[in-house]
C-alpha cells in the first residue's frame, strides 16, 4: 500500500519545486529574455524570418528549473521564408549565429548541430531553423536532421494530448510524473534524451487511481530496465512498502526514493 505521506511530499516536491512558478523570479528573468530574443531574432532577419515560435517543455510547463537540472532550456523555431528559395539548414544557422553574436556579445552563441545554442547566465535557448510548406489549410514543418537535410516535425504535438491525459487521470499526475521523471534522469546524468522520454510517459496508459507514488514507481520500473543502480533503489522501496508479514518501513522506503530522487526532502 502506497504510503499517504510519502505521496503528499512528492506532490508538494513536483508542484512546488520542480516548476517554474508564474509569479517566480526566474521565469520573470526567462520570459524578459525571450521576448528580448524574439525580437532580436525578428529584427536581425527581418526580410528571413517569417515568425519565431516557442515550442517544447517551457509551453508545456514541464520545464524544470535549472536548480533541479542544469540543462533546461527553451525551444524555439525560426522560421524562414521560402519565398526566394530554401537554403540549407547549414546557411540557416550561420544566419542564426550571426544574427545573435551581434546581439549577444557577452553571451555563448554556438551552432550545436543540429541547432543554434545562446547560453546566458540564467538559462539556455536552443534555436532551431525551420521552415514551413503550406497546402490549402495544412501547414507542415521541417527542421534539420541528423544528416544536415531536411525532416517534418509537429511542433508542441506533445501539448494537446498532455492537457488531455492530465484532465483524464486527474490531480495534474502525467505532468507530476514527467517531471519527477526529469528529475532523475538530469541527476543520473541524462540516460534518456528528455524529450523522449517525456512523450513516452505522455503516451503510456496509465491504470486508474489517484497516487502519485504508486504512478512514479510504476513508470520508474518501466524505465530501469536492467540498469543496476536505478533496480536497486526500486527493489528496495517495494521490500520497505511491506507486505502480508511485513509492517512498512516509511523512512526506509524514503531513504531509497532519495537515491532517486536526490533533491527531494
Known amino acids: 500500500m502506497a504510503s499517504k505521506s510519502i505521496n503528499n511530499k512528492l506532490i508538494t516536491f513536483a508542484q512546488q519545486e520542480l516548476v517554474l512558478g508564474y509569479a517566480s523570479t526566474e521565469r520573470e528573468r526567462i520570459t524578459g529574455s525571450l521576448t528580448q530574443l524574439q525580437k532580436v531574432l525578428n529584427d536581425k532577419l527581418y526580410n528571413e524570418a517569417k515568425e519565431v515560435k516557442v515550442f517544447g517543455s517551457y509551453t508545456r510547463n514541464t520545464i524544470l528549473p535549472r536548480s533541479y537540472d542544469s540543462n533546461s532550456d527553451v525551444d524555439l523555431l525560426v522560421i524562414f521564408n521560402t519565398t526566394n528559395g530554401k537554403k540549407t539548414p547549414g546557411t540557416y544557422r550561420r544566419n542564426i549565429v550571426d544574427a545573435l553574436a551581434k546581439s549577444y556579445p557577452l553571451s555563448v552563441v554556438k551552432k550545436d548541430f543540429p541547432t543554434v545554442k545562446l547560453e546566458l547566465n540564467h538559462i539556455m535557448f536552443d534555436v532551431v531553423p525551420c521552415y514551413v510548406e503550406e497546402f490549402w489549410n495544412s501547414k507542415t514543418f521541417y527542421i534539420p536532421n541528423a544528416n544536415d537535410s531536411w525532416r517534418t516535425t509537429v511542433p508542441n504535438d506533445l501539448n494537446d494530448e498532455l492537457s488531455r491525459k492530465n484532465q483524464a487521470y486527474g490531480n495534474n499526475i502525467v505532468r507530476n510524473v514527467i517531471r519527477l521523471c526529469k528529475h532523475w534522469n538530469s541527476a543520473a546524468g541524462r540516460v534518456y534524451d528528455s524529450y523522449e522520454m517525456e512523450k513516452w510517459i505522455v503516451e503510456r496508459h496509465f491504470y486508474s487511481g489517484d ?49 532517486l530522487l536526490p533533491s527531494l526532502k
Open 211 to 259: 497516487n502519485l507514488y504508486d504512478k512514479f514507481l510504476s513508470v520508474m520500473n518501466d524505465l530501469a530496465g536492467t540498469r543496476a543502480g536505478m533496480r536497486q533503489a526500486l527493489d528496495y522501496i517495494q521490500k520497505y512498502k511491506g507486505d502480508y508479514f511485513n509492517q512498512p518501513n516509511e523512512q526506509k522506503q524514503l531513504e531509497w526514493l532519495q537515491k
